[in-house]
């Protein structure tokens, strides 16, 4: 049981460029989501998945994209990278918060750096 | 709007000097506050969830505890393991996302 994993630990791009993170849960949750951790910022949300085929706006979403088409993968993808996005992006999963406990699990994030 | 505030940011400690980090919290309806561990170059460990004011959970040294208005992470004898930043984060009933604290960052010093 791996939990949730993300991928590529590290990345550097140049402004304008173009990538995609993936996050895989074996968990069998049906909600996901992307944060990013900024100094002082705390965890923001940027988009979130309550289910296979769906997606949904967090609080930072401008710059971003998400699919999410199969139900344990949640990508995030970033079409023209800017400084700006130089984070720590973390992936999470949960229960749906109908049943009794939904806490969100983690992955060990991904430490971008656009010059 | 739901907001977070958790103090202080930073605290170091003697390896056995027990103390507590607050987590300060306005929201309209607390559907769960969630504590969590966080390592340096590492992803949030989930803690506890507290979903009612008087409620109370104990996890090896640490016991979290909640009001209508902060939750308190108190840590017993902590030892130099425990070293980590602690962060709250709190669950709105009409929302699906967790608004998240700035966190606290504990050091014990051996």
């Known amino acids: 049981n791996a939990g949730v994993t993300q991928t590529p630990k590290f990345r550097v791009l140049k402004t304008g460029q173009s990538m995609t993170l993936l996050c895989a849960q074996d968990?069998?949750?049906?909600?996901m989501y992307w944060y990013r951790q900024d100094p002082g910022m705390g965890l923001r949300l940027i988009h979130y998945?309550?289910?296979?085929?769906?997606?949904a706006k967090g609080e930072v979403p401008d710059g971003y994209n998400v699919s999410r088409l199969k139900k344990q993968n949640f990508l995030l993808g970033l079409e023209s990278a800017a400084p700006s996005q130089t984070s720590v992006y973390f992936c999470?999963?949960?229960?749906?918060?109908?049943?009794?406990?939904?806490?969100?699990?983690f992955g060990p994030g991904t430490r971008l750096t656009v010059t | 709007e739901d907001q977070v505030t958790q103090s202080p940011e930073a605290l170091r400690l003697q390896e056995g000097e027990s103390s507590s980090l607050n987590c300060s919290y306005t929201v309209s309806g607390l559907r769960g506050l969630f504590w969590y561990r966080q390592d340096p170059g590492k992803g949030p460990e989930f803690l506890f969830t507290?979903?009612?004011a008087g409620e109370e959970k104990e996890k090896e040294r640490l016991k979290a505890t909640l009001t209508k208005k902060e939750s308190f992470l108190h840590i017993t004898a902590p030892k130099p393991e425990d070293s980590a930043t602690y962060l709250c984060?709190?669950?709105?009933?009409?929302?699906?996302?967790?608004?998240f604290g700035t966190g606290t960052r504990l050091t014990i010093i051996p």
């Open positions: 999470a999963s949960s229960y749906s918060p109908a049943r009794s406990s939904y806490e969100q699990y």
């Open positions: 998945s309550v289910g296979e085929g769906t997606t």
């Open positions: 507290l979903y009612s």
């Open positions: 968990m069998n949750h049906e909600y």
């Open positions: 984060a709190v669950r709105n009933f009409g929302n699906e996302k967790l608004t």
